[in-house]
């Protein structure tokens, strides 16, 4: 399966953007779904996922703040990240299957006034 994410940009402190993931195939019913995220020199980190039976969890750093939904019309899940942290600047990326499983393109998140 290809995972394809999109909707990074620079955006001030305070503000939102949404991430998209769109799979090449449908595979919420076979796959938990997540968005990790890595910085510059840091370890990449897990910032939501939502299982096959629709579970969600989110890292104790963005609760509050991101929602992960997924639209199996368009085989694309979506991460929608509101009130900004400059601490949020980091490459974000799709994940199928866990940490073994399929990843997508990292899309830059830059969080600066």
């Known amino acids: 399966v290809q995972l394809q994410a999109s909707g990074g940009g620079l955006v001030q402190p305070g503000g939102s953007l949404r991430l998209s993931c769109a799979a090449s195939?449908?595979?919420?019913?076979?796959?938990?779904m997540s968005w990790y995220r890595q910085a510059p020199g840091k370890q990449r980190e897990l910032v939501a996922f939502?299982?096959?039976?629709?579970?969600?969890g989110y890292a104790d750093f963005v609760k509050g703040r991101f929602t992960i939904s997924r639209d199996s019309t368009k085989n694309t899940v979506y991460l929608q990240m509101d009130s900004l942290k400059p601490e949020d600047t980091a490459a974000y990326y799709c994940n199928s299957g866990g940490f073994g499983g399929h990843w997508g393109q990292g899309t830059q998140v830059t969080v600066s006034s």
């Open positions: 939502i299982t096959t039976g629709g579970n969600i």
């Open positions: 195939r449908n595979i919420f019913s076979l796959n938990d």
